[in-house]
DNA sequence: TTACGTGCAAAGGCTTTGCAGTCGG
DNA sequence: CCGACTGCAAAGCCTTTGCACGTAA
C-alpha cells in the first residue's frame, strides 16, 4: 500500500477535526495521535501494532482508547477496517479503491488498484438493476516465492 | 443463498471421504455430520448455528470437534468460511463461481456469476506475480425498488 | 463547571489447546 | 493394536465494558 501525500494525510486529519468540532465532542490528544497514525500508515496496521507505533512515537494511548478511536474513525467514514481472517481488524486510511491479493501461504498482502473491477461491476450491477456503490474484493492465491513450492500442501492463510 | 441440489451435496460429502481416506485419517460420524450439516446449509451458519442444527438433527458434536471439523473442511477446499465482521465466522458450501450483489437498503441479496470477474482477476493476479486461486467478492449497492428513494441514508452494509 | 474522554483492570465472546479416554482402519 | 479422534474443561486472544479520575470547551 502506498504512503498518503503528507498534505492528503493532513486533510484527513483536519476533516476528523471538524467532524468532532461539528458533533461537539472534545478533540484530545490521543485521538488525534490515533488518527495521524493510520493516515501515515502504509500498510495495514493491526490495533496492536498502531499502539506499538504510537509508543514509538511518544504518543502513548491506552488500549480501550485506541479501539474506541477506531471505532470512531470507521463511523466518520474516515478510516476503513480490514478483515483478512485472522483473527483480529486491521485499519487502514479510506483513501481509495484498492483491492487486495492476499497469499494463501505466507499471507503477504498486495493491493491493486480496484478501477478496472468497479467499471466492470457497474455493469453487472446495472444490468441487474442494482444501483452500484461500492464493493470488496479479495483475491486469494500464492505469491511469487510460494507459488513455486508444493501446491496442495494445507495453507494457513483462509483462517 | 440456494440451498445445494441433493446430488450435489452428496458429492461433495462422497469428496470429503475420498479426501479422509487418501490421507488415511478416519471416517467419523462426527465428521460426516458436520460436514452434511454445512452442505445442507441455504444460509451461512455459524459455529453455533451448526452446532444447534447438528443436536436437532441428532448428531450431538463437541465444540472442539466442531471447530477442527471445519478447519479441516476448509483446508480441503469444500466448505468456505467467511467472515461479516461480526466477531465469528460462518461457513458455507463451497460450491464456486457466484459473487453477491447485496441491497444496503432492503438486505436482499442477488447473485451473480463471477466468470468475467474471475478471468479479469486470473490476470491481475499474474500481473502481480500471484498465483489465482480464488475470489471472494461483494457488491454493495440498491435494488430496482430502493433506488428510487433518498440516497444518502447511513447503511448497515460494512461491517 | 460539566459533559465527555481516558486508562486500568476485569469481563466477554469466540476459538484453540491439553489430556484422558475412545475408536476407526 | 496404534495412531488419530473426541469431549471436556481450561487457556488464549482480541475486543469491550465498568468505573474513578482527568480534561477540553
Redesign the pocket.
Known amino acids: 500500500m502506498t504512503r498518503l501525500p503528507p498534505d492528503e494525510a493532513a486533510s484527513l486529519l483536519e476533516r476528523f477535526r471538524r467532524h468532532?468540532?461539528d458533533r461537539?465532542?472534545?478533540?484530545?490528544?490521543?485521538?488525534l495521535a490515533v488518527a495521524g497514525a493510520v493516515f501515515a500508515a502504509d500498510d495495514h496496521p493491526?490495533?496492536?501494532e498502531l499502539s506499538r507505533r504510537l509508543l514509538a512515537g511518544g504518543d502513548?494511548?491506552?488500549?480501550?482508547?485506541?479501539?474506541?478511536?477506531?471505532?470512531?474513525l470507521v463511523e466518520t467514514g474516515l478510516v476503513r477496517e480490514r478483515d483478512f481472517g485472522?483473527?483480529?481488524?486491521r485499519y487502514e486510511p479510506a483513501a481509495e479503491g484498492h483491492d487486495h491479493l492476499i497469499c494463501q501461504r505466507c499471507g503477504l498482502v498486495v493491493e491493486f488498484s480496484g478501477d478496472r473491477v468497479e467499471r466492470m461491476l457497474r455493469v453487472t450491477a446495472d444490468e441487474h438493476h442494482f444501483l452500484y456503490r461500492r464493493h470488496h474484493l479479495e483475491v486469494h492465491g500464492l505469491c511469487r516465492t510460494c507459488r513455486g513450492r508444493d501446491l496442495d500442501t494445507p495453507t494457513a492463510g483462509d483462517?
Open positions: 468532532l468540532r461537539r465532542l472534545p478533540v484530545t490528544r490521543q485521538r493491526s490495533v496492536l502513548e494511548v491506552g488500549t480501550a482508547t485506541l479501539y474506541r478511536t477506531l471505532q470512531l485472522e483473527g483480529y481488524a483462517r
